[in-house]
């Protein structure tokens, strides 16, 4: 009979192994600059993916036409991204 000690052993092991297991899967960034750990990070996603150039018409776009009286409206609340960190 298992001891109630060994069994909790067993149990922390058998949950390191699975978090081993998901940590092997997504990896570690190591990089303390956040901006090159965010790239380091996506690079490799990107590199699944398998691109090929599209041709494009070339578009001509027309000239802008400038207005003195033009005002920005204010934006609702609910279309800004919540600023989180």
Known sequence: MIGIGERMLQCARHAEE?????FHQTG??????KEAARL???HPL???????DI???????PER?????????????NLYVPETY
């Open 65 to 77: 036409v400038f207005s003195s009286d033009y005002e920005r409206k204010v934006l609702p609340d």
């Open 28 to 33: 570690v960034i190591r990089d303390c600059r």
């Open 46 to 52: 990107l590199q699944q993916v398998p691109y090929k």
């Open 55 to 61: 041709p494009h018409p070339f578009l001509t776009l």
């Open 40 to 42: 380091n990070c996506i």
């Open 18 to 22: 699975e978090q081993a297991a998901r």
